[in-house]
């Protein structure tokens, strides 16, 4: 588990009243940073919420992607896979291990696919897509 430093000088700025239009910029920005779509093979389009590795919440059931964000904000997929278990927890260890494995620092979570079933198609069509910018060798998947 991650700690944070909280910098009260921060909270404090954060309390002043900032302009409409930089509260308009602000979160257009975070929704953008906040979800990212990607398709598959069929060109079906998946959307996916966006989160730091070490800020993940605990994860139901879900299809995720572990990708490397370099510093000029492009994205690398490292693996492909999806979350079995009922616990939350338990898909969360599962995510932050691996994750730190490989060196992704974004976890991305496609929540829609409703059954076990569906996740592994969404899973493989994700991974047909050849959804990574860049020829790889072997993209990691889950296999359940």
Same mark, same amino acid.
């Given at each position: 588990?991650?700690?944070?430093?909280?910098?009260?000088?921060?909270? *404090?700025?954060?309390?002043t009243?900032?302009?409409?239009? $930089?509260? %308009?910029? @602000?979160? &257009? &920005?975070?929704r953008? =940073?906040?979800?990212?779509?990607?398709s598959?093979?069929?060109?079906?389009?998946?959307? $996916?919420t %966006?989160y730091?590795?070490? +800020?993940?919440p605990?994860?139901p059931a879900a299809n995720?992607l572990?990708v $490397?964000r =370099?510093a000029?904000?492009?994205r690398?997929?490292?693996?492909?896979?999806?979350?079995?278990?009922? @616990?939350? @927890?338990?898909?969360?260890?599962?995510? *932050?291990h *691996?994750?730190? *494995?490989?060196?992704?620092n974004?976890?991305? %979570?496609?929540?829609? +696919?409703? @059954? &076990?079933?569906?996740?592994?198609?969404?899973?493989?069509?994700?991974? +047909?897509?050849r959804? =990574?910018?860049?020829?790889v060798?072997?993209?990691? &998947?889950t296999?359940?």
């Amino acid at each position: 588990m991650g700690a944070r430093v909280i910098q009260l000088a921060e909270i *404090r700025a954060r309390r002043t009243a900032p302009s409409p239009d $930089h509260i %308009v910029l @602000s979160n &257009a &920005a975070e929704r953008n =940073d906040r979800f990212h779509f990607w398709s598959g093979a069929s060109g079906q389009r998946y959307v $996916h919420t %966006v989160y730091d590795l070490l +800020a993940c919440p605990e994860i139901p059931a879900a299809n995720f992607l572990l990708v $490397h964000r =370099d510093a000029s904000g492009r994205r690398t997929v490292l693996a492909i896979g999806h979350l079995k278990h009922s @616990s939350g @927890s338990l898909n969360l260890a599962e995510l *932050r291990h *691996r994750g730190a *494995r490989i060196g992704a620092n974004e976890v991305h %979570v496609h929540l829609l +696919a409703p @059954s &076990a079933q569906e996740r592994r198609l969404v899973e493989l069509d994700l991974r +047909a897509g050849r959804i =990574d910018s860049e020829p790889v060798e072997r993209i990691a &998947a889950t296999r359940h």
